[in-house]
């Protein structure tokens, strides 16, 4: 650890939470986002500035909404291009386009700073929790060398490799994520209107080869009405997948299977699920069901 000093750029739905672990392990972070507020109640001291927090720190970590606002952060004018020195790391915790990534390491490089794309699984139970898993593209000695910063924040943390290939990882596992949270919700609905135990029937797939993390963690919650709000929004599970699509026209492969969870997404937020938890896709298919709901407890109004 040697007294370095952490930063932070991006202090909102995950990245408040990572802070809170680290102020709560002991660290002082100097945080920055562009929303009011949010380093304080994250418990980081509050920068004025991306070049305050560049400037004051050793390692700065980014959580950002994707590769078009992670770009000008580190590009921009008073970026971390621009105000880093040599030596620094920067470890980017959001879920971004690998070839965006890729790029980013060389130039950060021709600074001698090291970059590393590391993606982020487990949502925002886990963040609270400190036990998220990590996924990291980029030289294993520079993650070493952060592994202090990662402790409170990440219960598994996997060197994946070569540049770009943390947020390759990441894009791949969210893609399986969209497709079994959306295919559950379908197949709930399905047995919620033949009248089958949603209970027994979860007990069931959970027992057999349907199983998936869906089935395993947020079904049981939503039929009984918690919707485990605070977490990934359909509209960047659109985003996700998207990012997917894209990564596999680069690599040459066929995406013959994204056209479902784009539309079950797609739907969710063109019904006015769009900034709510994607869980709440469930609903969105239940609304083209007749209203059906999964919970006679929860009510899944879309304002709610």
């Keep these: 650890m040697s007294g370095q000093r952490i930063g932070f750029v991006g202090l909102g739905n995950m990245g408040g939470r990572m802070t809170r ?3 709560g392990a002991g660290h002082s972070v100097l945080g920055f986002d562009p929303v009011a507020g949010r380093a ?6 509050p920068a004025a500035s991306v070049t305050e927090v560049v400037r004051g720190t050793d390692c700065i970590l980014l959580s950002l909404p994707d590769s078009s606002v992670i770009e000008p952060v580190v590009r921009g004018d ?6 880093g020195r040599p030596g620094q790391v920067v470890v980017d915790l959001s879920t971004a386009a690998p070839s965006s990534s890729i790029a980013l390491h060389a ?5 001698e700073i090291e970059f590393l794309d590391a993606g982020i699984s487990g949502g925002a139970a886990a963040a609270e929790r400190g036990t998220l898993t990590i996924m ?3 030289s294993a000695a520079a993650l070493e060398s952060v592994s202090w910063v990662l402790a409170p924040i990440a219960s598994t943390v996997v060197h994946m490799g070569q540049p770009g290939s943390g947020h390759t990882t990441k ?22 209107k033949a009248g089958l135990d949603l209970g027994r029937v979860l007990d069931v797939i959970n027992a057999s080869s349907g199983v998936n993390f869906a089935t395993q963690n947020r079904f049981p919650h939503i039929i009984h009405g918690d919707y485990l709000e605070g977490g990934l929004t359909s509209a960047l599970m659109t985003k996700d997948i998207n990012l997917y699509v894209a990564c596999l026209a680069e690599l040459g492969v066929p995406s013959l299977l994204s056209a479902g969870p784009l539309a079950a997404f797609g739907l969710a ?9 994607s869980n ?25």
């Design 269 to 277: 937020a063109s019904l006015g699920y769009r900034d709510q938890i």
């Design 21 to 23: 672990r680290l102020v």
């Design 136 to 138: 990291v593209g980029g």
């Design 171 to 192: 894009v791949l596992n969210n893609f399986l994520n969209a497709v079994s949270l959306a295919a559950s919700a379908e197949v709930l609905l399905a047995a919620r």
């Design 107 to 111: 130039e950060l490089a021709a600074r």
């Design 78 to 83: 008073g970026g971390v291009l621009a105000a």
């Design 40 to 45: 304080a109640a994250a418990g980081a001291v």
């Design 280 to 304: 709440r896709v469930v609903d969105a298919l239940g609304d083209l069901a007749g209203g059906v709901r999964l919970s006679d407890t929860g009510s899944g109004q879309k304002g709610e």
